[in-house]
């Protein structure tokens, strides 16, 4: 008898420990995930934070990291994307689950109310925290937010028409991963160098480093040092010939710079519409139908205008590479996109409530376009839903192969703190509306996991084109079969290609892929 409880004790000690261990490495994962989130943040990379953040959540095994990573998601969604219906939702959800944080909820619910000019709903909000939390630790805040509140409340809104074409704050100094660059050199027939508006040199070719994090310039082979300047804006008449190390542009507009950690964060001031000249050459093909192209550029201008509004506090508003849009510069601009970005001037898709919408948009869809909530868990951007596009499924890029050795997989997962084993079998679990593959599970010699598959399988993964595929086994290689080609959201450029061809015009166009939206003439 004393043998069998012997037994019995050795095997429950084994599942026990079993059992935590997992739990360990599943808080590992969320953990990892959560760190990865915060430096894709600091990339600018937001989309695939929200990602990051998800798998986050749904792999801790611990409420501080639950409501830790809702809270930075929530951040993300009202300031660097502008949605902020997004994250009173998520304050909602921590407010009703967890109990701890119900008053750091409630109270950044009614803050993020009051900044996005809900009075009304911020006066409730912040009235329901004073009677549950009397004492509570933002209840000074709360007071002087209720009176200003009040006062805001029948205040008439304006109107969204502007009286000026926006300009943009362009970073275009991005190498790589980096925000900064060591030196740069700018060439103009007439170029006048600005601090605070007053003119301090002017010439036709400068270079620039950054000494002792002070700007120095060379020029005419003499050596200028600044001291106590932050900041230089160097404009001229005709476009400015940018030169690194990696780059050689031509840029219309003014160029900042402005000395940062030893090295120079270059930012380009060009308006939105001469903005828009260097981006859709470089986001969609010249030849392409007159309507598709139409298509493309009013998609661009909405999305450059939302970033402006949601980054403000920003020192720039938009990256020039696929973190944002493709901005080539001058050499880029042909007549016929100049023409019709004249042609368009100004106008912006917007929700019924007049707002700019999020307009997302994708090389191919695959066939299918994809469901915003079931990739980026966007609940209230109604006009993202999934639907069958036929004309992306004939188009290019809309079908792909690619093949991953079992080796490759298992130290990607290794790396992430998933160590499983040998890779007996990867299958999906979960899929979308759209038939893309939400979550996958990968059986291993000692274990099997469950994961959201698009940070894992995309991106900084397994760099799949989509998460729209089918997966088989051959030897040690996944053959992985799918379609599309980016996340699949919003208006699909290839499907917008086809649609041109066929003789639909730019409404038709973009109302199929951004559903019941209007347009409005802004400037």
Not at 253 to 278: A, W
Not at 380 to 406: E, M, Q
Not at 434 to 446: A, D, H, Y
Not at 494 to 522: D, H, P, Q, V
Request: glycine residues 6%; hydrophobic residues 35%.
């Amino acid at each position: 008898m004393k043998r069998y409880f012997n037994i019995l004790f050795f095997f429950s000690f084994v599942l026990v420990y079993s059992a935590s261990n997992a739990e360990f490495d599943k808080e590992k994962f969320a953990i990892w995930n959560l760190n990865y989130a915060s430096f894709l943040v600091d990339e600018g990379r937001y989309l695939e934070a929200i990602e990051a953040y998800d798998s986050a959540i749904d792999s801790s095994v611990k409420d501080k990291t639950i409501y830790n990573s809702l809270l930075q998601k929530a951040v993300v969604f009202s300031i660097y994307l502008n949605l902020p219906d997004e994250a009173l939702l998520i304050y909602d959800r921590i407010y009703n689950e967890f109990s701890q944080m119900a008053e750091t909820a409630l109270y950044q619910k009614a803050l993020l109310l009051f900044e996005s000019s809900y009075y009304k709903q911020s006066i409730k909000i912040m009235q329901k925290y004073q009677q549950q939390f009397p004492n509570g630790k933002f209840i000074f805040h709360v007071e002087v937010l209720l009176n200003q509140a009040e006062n805001y409340s029948n205040k008439k809104t304006k109107s969204k028409r502007l009286d000026t074409e926006p300009i943009l704050r362009i970073l275009i100094s991005k190498n790589g991963k980096h925000k900064q660059i060591k030196n740069v050199k700018l060439i103009a027939p007439t170029m006048k160098i600005n601090h605070r508006d007053t003119p301090i040199l002017t010439g036709n070719t400068f270079e620039f480093y950054n000494k002792n994090n002070r700007i120095t310039i060379c020029h005419n082979k003499k050596t200028i040092h600044l001291d106590s300047i932050e900041e230089l804006f160097i404009e001229s008449n005709h476009p400015i010939i940018f030169i690194t190390k990696k780059k050689h542009r031509m840029y219309r507009g003014k160029i900042c710079l402005k000395p940062i950690k030893g090295k120079l964060q270059v930012i380009n001031y060009v308006l939105i519409e001469q903005y828009l000249r260097s981006v859709v050459p470089c986001e969609s093909i010249s030849s392409w139908p007159k309507e598709t192209l139409k298509a493309q550029i009013i998609a661009a201008r909405t999305y450059a205008y939302k970033k402006l509004l949601s980054r403000r506090e920003w020192d720039f508003d938009l990256y020039d590479d696929t973190w944002d849009q493709v901005y080539g510069g001058v050499e880029k601009e042909t007549n016929k996109i100049n023409k019709i970005i004249q042609e368009t001037r100004g106008i912006i898709i917007i929700t019924k409530k007049m707002k700019p919408i999020q307009a997302f948009y994708t090389s191919n869809n695959g066939g299918f376009c994809a469901d915003v909530n079931a990739i980026f868990g966007l609940k209230n951007l109604f006009y993202l839903k999934a639907k069958p596009d036929y004309d992306s499924s004939k188009a290019n890029l809309a079908n792909w192969t690619r093949i991953r050795s079992t080796k490759e997989i298992e130290e990607l997962l290794s790396r992430r703190h998933l160590a499983i084993g040998s890779i007996k079998r990867i299958y999906p679990t979960q899929k979308g509306p759209s038939g893309r593959v939400l979550k996958i599970k990968i059986v291993g010699e000692s274990k099997e996991i469950e994961i959201k598959s698009k940070p894992f399988l995309t991106g900084g993964g397994l760099k799949l084109p989509e998460i729209l595929f089918n997966v088989t086994k051959k030897n040690d290689k996944y053959i992985f079969q799918g379609h599309g080609f980016g996340h699949g959201v919003g208006y699909s450029q290839w499907g917008g290609y086809i649609m041109g061809r066929k003789g639909k015009n730019w409404k038709e166009i973009l109302s199929f892929y951004y559903t019941n939206t209007n347009f409005a003439t802004f400037w």
